[in-house]
Structures are given as structure tokens and as C-alpha cells.
């Protein structure tokens, strides 16, 4: 698997020598440093998108005057071998009501009347690049998404816990991503830096060949910690205070995931990830979409602190959900939350159905992670003070709810020469079904170190399985107890 992703995607390091012409924004009428020309740069940014020819690159320049202030819908539809060089920086505005909104199919709504107060709509992407084939997007700059902002108005602002919402109140768009791209073939990211994005960092949409590497994602955590410990302030307080003890694990949801890719022969590698949710999550693919099945993808040589090297989550569909031969190899995770993440979604509708397999995490090292470190089964994703429906809750076992479904099939999930050290923790929970178990689980020289005071909750140092057959072989400590 590993050699045909490499060779696939071995086009994607050709050095063109030649461009037809570099395009400066500042051509276009981008003024640096500006928050009033938020507007005007995302305008200006679109036209010089849209002058571009094949081979051509689009220039955001270092200026001396700043960073160039932009709003979100930056958006290139359907163009070959285009260059994004970020030398210099974007930073959003987070103007609400000037930010342009799409429906979530991705068109575009001229009034933001309709969508403010639905939530079936989208703010638009910061950048959106869509079908383009050939596309780099490389550069030593920056996409800052000024996510304060947007954290706080869908923590405790209108969009979250707020008490004083109108009463013809129905919900708010989604959150933009900071860079989308959507389709194509042999796609490039390279050595640009994402910092606090309003949600999704970088998505890679269905694509067929693409290589991100030397990418930084970074995420202010303490900021996002102060609104969700005040999110939760505001829970408890509405319902009477907790009954329980819920602790540092904080586990209200924003979304703001490293990358997530799908689509099929994508190699992710060298990258640094510091976020509040999958540093890296895999996402299914269909037989109603472009590419089937997600599939050879390979994750390497990885710094990431958030909550996961993920898989999925995967939910069942009637087209057949799938993720199958995934690699995530050499990574390191530091005070993680998560560490391996491989998780189903808890719909299983009559003729829905959805695989995992041939999933290998090997020479991982998680250093003191905050929440499980080894997590395969339903996704966690009810939060506190919201019903519980088929949703596995987030903080549990504090809440004992997470049922498991039998639609997804989970097979040959390997995780190999595994160091976890000092879980907060007990080791890990693997959740199947009965309906449907898991089978092919291999823990081989999965070693979990733990003092007095680490791995004691909710376990005693032990994993939590149930449904799981496999081996546990190499030394493996503690014994998980497939069976």
C-alpha cells in the first residue's frame, strides 16, 4: 500500500520551471493592512483567481503593512496547474454580517437574512478551490482565522448557550473552514501555516492524489478552554449544577480539526498539529461520490496534539460508507487528548451499512494524554446537557450511555510498537457490537506505562472490551483481552 500511494503521487514533486506569469493580488486592488478592505481583498483575491491560467501563480506578498484582511469566499472553480504562493498572510475579519453564506451544497445565498437564522446553512470557506486539478498551495504565510470570535458566539454567544436568543431563534449557519479543496487530482500543499480556524483547518474533499507536507496548525488553546470551562459554567448553572465531578476533560465539541482528508493515494507527512479536536481525521467516501472508498492513505512523521489520529467517524449509508487501507506511522503526540481514534457513528438505518479495515497505527508514541488514549467504537459525540438519542456521550463513562451500532464493520485494525506513558486515564475502551464484532484486532507491542497516579479511572489500568476478537501479542501491557 505504502509504495503505490509514494509512486502515485511521485508527479507531485516535479519542479515546473517556467510560469506563465505571476499574479500579485495587490494587482487586483488588495490593500494590506486595512480591516476596512476585508471586503475588497476577498474581491480582488477572486479576480486574480480568476485571471489565472495554467501554470500561473497567484501571489498573497509578505507587506509591510500587514497582513491582508480578508472575508470568507476566496473561491477557484475548475482550473489546471494554478499556484496559491501565501508569502504573506490572510486574517480574517469576523464581520457576521457582511461574511458571505452558501447553502450546503454549495451555493452561494446573496442574502444572509435567510441563512443567520437557519441551520442549514454555510458561511462560505476563507478559501474554496474546487475541482482543480495540478493545484499547489504552498508558501512560508499564514491563514489566520481569528477564531476567538467564532468560538465564542457558538459557545456562549447566540449560536450556543446563550439564554436571550430571540424567540423566532432557529439556529445558526455553519462555521467556515480555512482552507477547502474540493475534487482533483494531484494536489500539493506545502509549508503554510493555519492558526486559529473557526472550524476545520484544511479539507481535502474526495481527492484523487494529494500530498501535504510541512504544514503547521495551530490553535490557541487556552482561549478555547476559557469559553468552553465558561460554556459549561452557564450548562450547570441552568441545570442546577452537575452531579458530577466532570473535571479538566472539557468535553464540549468546536470542531476545529488538523486535516481531514478524503478520497483515495493521499500522503500526509512532517506536518504540526496543535488543536482542540482530530489532529487528523480520515473521513468515508462512497458509491455516491467521486471515489468509492477512501482509501491509501498514509500519515507520517507527525507532531499532534488534539484529540486523535482518527478514522472517520464512519456512518453507515445505504451507498456503503468506507474507509480501508490507512497507515498513520511515526507520530508522536504530546498531552494529547486522544491518541488512536477509530470510530464509527451511531445511525444504522435498515440497509445502511459502512466498513473500517486494514487499519494500521505503528511506532506511536503518546505522552500523558488527557482522555483515552486508545479509543476504537462508537464516536463520542453527545455532549453534556443535550439528549442522548443513539449518541455515545462525550464524557463517558461519567455518563454511562454509548450504545454501539452493528452496521459499520470493523476488521483488521493493527496497532503495532505502541508507547502510551502516564494516561490520565485507563488505557482504552474497544467497543464492538454484538451483532456484529469486531474481528482482525492485533495490539502487538502495545505497552502502557503507568505510575500510582495515572490509569486508575475509570478501569484500574485496564481496557474496557467488549465484542472484539483478536490477539494481543509482543508484550503487549495490559492485556486488552480480545477475544
Not at 166 to 185: E, M, S, Y
Not at 268 to 277: A, K, P, S
Not at 286 to 303: F, G, H, K, Q, R
Request: glycine residues 10%.
Amino acid at each position: 500500500m505504502v509504495h503505490h500511494i509514494l509512486k502515485g503521487l511521485l508527479t507531485l514533486n516535479v519542479v515546473v520551471c517556467s510560469f506563465a506569469s505571476v499574479i500579485d493580488i495587490r494587482a487586483h486592488g488588495a490593500v494590506a493592512g486595512r480591516k476596512t478592505a476585508a471586503e475588497n481583498n476577498t474581491a480582488a483575491f477572486n479576480r486574480a483567481l480568476n485571471a489565472a491560467q495554467p501554470n500561473d501563480v497567484v501571489l498573497v506578498p509578505m507587506d509591510p503593512a500587514g497582513p491582508f484582511i480578508v472575508i470568507g469566499g476566496i473561491t477557484m472553480t475548475n482550473k489546471s496547474k494554478v499556484t496559491v504562493q501565501l508569502d504573506g498572510s490572510l486574517q480574517a475579519d469576523a464581520n457576521f454580517a457582511a461574511w458571505p453564506l452558501m447553502d450546503l451544497h454549495g451555493n452561494s445565498v446573496a442574502s444572509s437574512s435567510s441563512a443567520e437564522s437557519a441551520n442549514d446553512g454555510q458561511y462560505m470557506h476563507i478559501i474554496h478551490l474546487i475541482g482543480c486539478n495540478g493545484l499547489t498551495v504552498k508558501g512560508n504565510g499564514m491563514i489566520d482565522g481569528q477564531g476567538a470570535a467564532w468560538w465564542a458566539r457558538y459557545t456562549i454567544g447566540i449560536c450556543g448557550i446563550d439564554p436571550e436568543k430571540p424567540a423566532n431563534f432557529t439556529g445558526c449557519p455553519h462555521r467556515p473552514k480555512a482552507l477547502v479543496i474540493d475534487g482533483g487530482q494531484e494536489i500539493l500543499v506545502e509549508n503554510i501555516t493555519t492558526k486559529n480556524s473557526p472550524s476545520f483547518n484544511i479539507q481535502l474533499n474526495h481527492v484523487d492524489g494529494a500530498e501535504v507536507r510541512f504544514v503547521t496548525i495551530k490553535t490557541e488553546l487556552d482561549v478555547i478552554r476559557n469559553f468552553k470551562a465558561e460554556k459549561r459554567r452557564r450548562r450547570l448553572s441552568v441545570r442546577g449544577g452537575a452531579t458530577v465531578n466532570e473535571g479538566a476533560l472539557q468535553p464540549e465539541d468546536l470542531n476545529t480539526d488538523g486535516i481531514d482528508p478524503s478520497g483515495r493515494d493521499v500522503w500526509i507527512h512532517h506536518v504540526l498539529i496543535e488543536n482542540d479536536d482530530d489532529s487528523i481525521a480520515v473521513k468515508p467516501s462512497n458509491l455516491d461520490d467521486p471515489i468509492s472508498c477512501t482509501e491509501n492513505i498514509l500519515v507520517e512523521d507527525a507532531v499532534m496534539t488534539g484529540f486523535g489520529a482518527s478514522i472517520g467517524s464512519v456512518p453507515p449509508s445505504t451507498a456503503h460508507n468506507c474507509v480501508r487501507n490507512v497507515t498513520f506511522r511515526r507520530i508522536s503526540m504530546p498531552e494529547t487528548g486522544k491518541g488512536v481514534y477509530v470510530k464509527s457513528n451511531p445511525l444504522c438505518e435498515p440497509g445502511s451499512t459502512g466498513e473500517i479495515t486494514n487499519i494500521v497505527y505503528e511506532d506511536m508514541n503518546i505522552s500523558k494524554p488527557r482522555w483515552w488514549p486508545i479509543w476504537i467504537g462508537p464516536q463520542q459525540q453527545q455532549e453534556p446537557g443535550k439528549p442522548l438519542g443513539n449518541d455515545c456521550a462525550l464524557d463517558f463513562p461519567i455518563n454511562p450511555h454509548c450504545p454501539t451500532q452493528g452496521c459499520v464493520t470493523f476488521t483488521n485494525i493493527t496497532l503495532r510498537r505502541i508507547t502510551v506513558i502516564e494516561p490520565w486515564l485507563s488505557p482504552g475502551v474497544i467497543l464492538g457490537n454484538a451483532t456484529n464484532p469486531m474481528r482482525g484486532i492485533v495490539f502487538d507491542q502495545v505497552v502502557v506505562t503507568m505510575t500510582n497516579d495515572s490509569g486508575n479511572f475509570p478501569y484500574d489500568r485496564k481496557y474496557l472490551t467488549q465484542n472484539a476478537f483478536g490477539s494481543a501479542i509482543g508484550g503487549t501491557t495490559p492485556n486488552p483481552n480480545l477475544q
